[in-house]
């Protein structure tokens, strides 16, 4: 008889739940859709007068998301290690906003010497 399965780094992450995306990665999809959605209904009601448009638009672009962006994004996912997209985006956003990214971050080639300070 064999025993549960029991791998200890898998408790502290999502499962996968969606076309092979966390639902930490479909609440992000889910919440930046729905804010496009809604600047984009807000835009086309104050252009037309239609109303309806800033209901419909936020649920069209959620949908369209969900399965669209979960598709390319575990297609981005896939071959890669836990956490990689994590990082690439937070050194990412410390390239735009000239933060501190809280890694080692250096453009060239590291020449394998030490030299004394």
Known sequence: MKGPDFIPYALDRAPPVFMGCTRDEIQLLLMISG???VLIG??????????PVFLGAPIISIGTTLTL?????????????????????????????????????????????????
Do not use: E, M
């Not at 835009?43 to 239609?50: D, E, K, L, Q, S």
């Not at 994590?86 to 890694?103: K, M, N, Y």
């Open 42 to 51: 807000f835009v086309i009601t104050v252009f037309t007068g239609a109303w």
């Open 69 to 117: 962006g979960a598709k390319l994004l575990a297609r981005a996912k896939r071959n890669r290690p836990l956490g990689y997209h994590v990082q690439v985006a937070r050194l990412t956003l410390s390239r735009w906003i000239g933060t501190d990214p809280g890694f080692i971050h250096r453009d060239g080639c590291w020449d394998g010497v030490r030299h004394a300070s």
């Open 35 to 37: 804010g496009a959605g």
